[in-house]
């Protein structure tokens, strides 16, 4: 038979001599590089975990220990040895309760009366493959909770049958002013501006994807625009939304602003091309008739000089107004 010829780590914990040569020699069987080490206790174990800094591939635990009782060996194995596949070692006394210990984290228990070096070796490759895949999915699944989380955006998921909050991140509660407490009692309904809600809530309700802006309220009263973008998800079997928030009203204002200085330079545009000519015109025409008349008396030219006079005073007027509103592009 070929050997298995990676090198692993594994830690026997089993007080009866002969139960843990039996495993030894098994486990000698199946492979060529193997470092076994032995526990007779609980307390022992824990030792062992505290004073060496091994990382185990596997742990053999005999669920019969003289200092812990099997109800609470488990758990207090799993904690001292968290991340390591656990193997249980079983009589057919036990048997019951070894089935019970997959659901406490054990990753597979083993008959003691049945066992060979074939049984244990596919369960230990099992078990330390089973445990990589779930390490693996659980960095995972850390990333996209950091990613949610983390945002500096507002991000929420809600529940799209009674609206209820699911999920709030760090920037929902800062962005909004509600403490995750007051989260947990309210729907999405509750921070929708007034204006909104009517029309809101029916949205809420049939959207699938929803991308559009609405007006929310803040716990201080501050109505804000913002836009929403999100998605239909499964979330703890029920279907939910995930939303991001971009909170727009800065932009909105400013786009407001802008609009409005757009709209005062057209004015001064056609003040200039509309207004300004006319005085203008009226000037032009008064001196041409002073300067071409030639038999124009006193009176009449005093009479021109007056129109002309007053086409001034319109026209600084208007210029007056036009700087006035060009000052104000300034501040």
Not at 56 to 65: A, K
Not at 307 to 327: V, Y
């Amino acid at each position: 038979m070929i050997k298995d010829s990676n090198l692993y780590k594994i830690l026997i914990v089993e007080d009866n001599p002969g139960d843990y040569l039996l495993a030894k020699s098994y486990l000698e069987e199946m492979f060529l590089n193997i470092e076994i080490h032995r526990c007779e206790n609980f307390k022992q174990a824990n030792e062992f975990k505290e004073n060496n800094a091994i990382n185990l591939d596997v742990i053999l635990l005999d669920l019969s220990l003289p200092d812990k009782s099997k109800d609470t060996l488990m758990p207090e194995m799993l904690v001292a040895f968290n991340a390591t596949p656990l193997i249980v070692l079983t009589g057919y006394s036990d048997f019951s309760f070894a089935t019970k210990s997959i659901n406490l984290g054990a990753s597979d228990y083993l008959l003691k009366d049945d066992l060979n070096g074939m049984i244990l070796y596919k369960s230990i490759i099992y078990s330390i493959e089973r445990n990589k895949h779930i390490l693996k999915h659980a960095e995972a699944e850390k990333e996209y909770a950091d990613l949610f989380h983390l945002s500096p955006q507002p991000m929420w998921v809600y529940n799209r049958v009674c609206h209820s909050f699911e999920a709030i991140n760090q920037a929902t509660i800062n962005h909004y002013g509600y403490d995750a407490e007051e989260f947990s009692q309210m729907n999405y309904n509750d921070i929708l501006a007034d204006s909104d809600k009517t029309k809101q809530e029916a949205d809420a309700i049939n959207s699938v994807y929803l991308n559009k802006i609405v007006q929310h309220k803040k716990k201080n009263g501050e109505i804000i625009d913002v836009e929403i973008i999100s998605n239909p998800i499964i979330y703890k079997g029920k279907n939910a939304e995930v939303v991001l928030i971009n909170d727009i009203t800065e932009n909105l204002k400013h786009l407001e602003a802008i609009n409005s200085r757009n709209k005062e330079l057209t004015e001064i545009q056609w003040m200039q091309s509309h207004i300004v000519r006319a005085p203008v015109a009226r000037i032009m025409d008064l001196i041409n008739l002073i300067t071409n008349e030639t038999h124009t008396s006193p009176h009449e030219v005093k009479e021109t000089l007056n129109f002309i006079t007053q086409s001034a005073h319109e026209l600084d007027g208007i210029i007056r107004e036009i700087t006035h509103k060009t000052n104000k592009f300034k501040k």
